[in-house]
Every structure is written in structure tokens, then in C-alpha cells.
């Protein structure tokens, strides 16, 4: 959860034991960014999903039972963590 620049995904995604990666962002335009410059410079065929969408949305029981692993990081500013995270503990 939490596009970043895509460099985790990518990591990821080169070990044997993952098949494939999942990622949910908000922010269309980090996407866009993504998919235009870091994409085509994965070396790998394995499959990268991404869903545009609320993280919050996608952190229930329904959606994560559907990963083996589940890694959320993400932020608008530096003063805006606290809040987020405590949302996903409760």
C-alpha cells in the first residue's frame, strides 16, 4: 500500500519465492509518473498490479486474506503518519 517510486515492488519481485505484487495508491499522477519512467525499466515478467484506490478502502479483511504479505507505507507530508497509522491499528 504505497507506490512510492516503485523501487520496492521491483525488489520484490526479483526473489524466486514472489509470483507477484500487488500495490493500491491514491495519487494518479505518482502512477502515472511510475508507469511512464520506472516501469519499463523492470527487468522482470512477473506481475505487478496496481489499483488506484484509497489504501484505507483495501485494509480489511477481505482484501488482505488475498496476500501471503501485506506492507504499508505511505505519506503526504511529514506531519501526517500519526493519523494515518493509527486509522489502519483500529
Known sequence: MGLGIGVLPYLWLLKDEVDSVTV???NQ??????????RPQYRTAKKLEIIHGDALDYYNED?????DYVYVDFWESTGDGLGLYTRLIK
Open 24 to 26: 493500491v495508491e491514491i
Open 63 to 67: 482484501f488482505l486474506n488475498q496476500f
Open 29 to 38: 499522477d505518482v502512477i502515472d509518473l511510475f508507469e511512464k519512467y520506472i
